[in-house]
T-cell receptor
Framework: AQSVTQLGSHVSVSEGALVLLRCNYS??????LFWYVQYPNQGLQLLLK??????LVKGINGFEAEFKKSETSFHLTKPSAHMSDAAEYFC????????????FGTGTRLLVSP | DADVTQTPRNRITKTGKRIMLECSQT?????MYWYRQDPGLGLRLIYY???????NKGEISDGYSVSRQAQAKFSLSLESAIPNQTALYFC???????????FGPGTRLTVT
């Protein structure tokens, strides 16, 4: 079975500070990993994905994530937070073959203060 | 126009009522999904469909049913709504080649 753990249901940063959202996964097979963002009253939007190519993945809006197999992690980072980054972020895992069932973490709400 | 649309966007209904949530997509994807989002629980899969003739239960299908009327349409029904089905419901789509899913804007359902 696959699972995702997101550490911290809320993360607060100041505008201009580093954003670090943590995601650890468990998978019995090589995984594909995703980060989605959900803005208020909207659906989920794909930020970036890891599908076994480069381990450092760049996404939209200046976000990136690094796949670390030894640490079973896929943390999301952004060098400088912007007020518009305030949203809820979800990490998800799927198998790299067969049915692409996504298993989501419980989400981390990012709060950005001026 | 949005690639994945859901109707209604908001719905308040009473316990015991039957309700249908609808999803349409213009992405040409063959795979469609229904998820439920509850605070602190993330998204959980209710049903998924690989094509019109292939429908499968997800992890929390009890109390729900679905219909895939066409490749582009996937409906979720609550036969007899109960208060603990109050949640945000999302439809998503994907194709068979890529692994990312594309989400609709959601339907906020309240059962009183």
């Amino acid at each position: 079975a696959q699972s995702v753990t997101q550490l911290g249901s809320h993360v607060s940063v100041s505008e201009g500070a580093l954003v670090l959202l943590r995601c650890n996964y468990s998978s019995s097979v090589p995984p594909y990993l995703f980060w989605y963002v959900q803005y208020p009253n909207q659906g989920l939007q794909l930020l970036l994905k890891y599908t076994s190519a480069a381990t450092l993945v760049k996404g939209i809006n200046g976000f990136e994530a690094e796949f670390k197999k030894s640490e079973t992690s896929f943390h999301l980072t952004k060098p400088s937070a912007h007020m518009s980054d305030a949203a809820e972020y979800f990490c998800a895992v799927s198998k790299n073959t067969g049915f692409q069932k996504l298993v989501f973490g419980t989400g981390t709400r990012l709060l950005v203060s001026p | 126009d949005a690639d994945v649309t859901q109707t209604p966007r908001n719905r308040i209904t009473k316990t015991g009522k039957r309700i249908m949530l609808e999803c349409s997509q213009t992405k040409g994807h063959d795979r469609m999904y229904w998820y439920r989002q509850d605070p602190g629980l993330g998204l959980r899969l209710i049903y998924y469909s690989f094509d019109v003739k292939d429908i499968n239960k997800g992890e929390i299908s009890d109390g729900y049913s679905v219909s895939r009327q066409a490749q582009a349409k996937f409906s979720l029904s609550l036969e007899s709504a109960i208060p603990n089905q109050t949640a945000l419901y999302f439809c998503a789509t994907s194709d068979s080649l890529h692994y990312e899913q594309y989400f609709g804007p959601g339907t906020r359902l309240t059962v009183t």
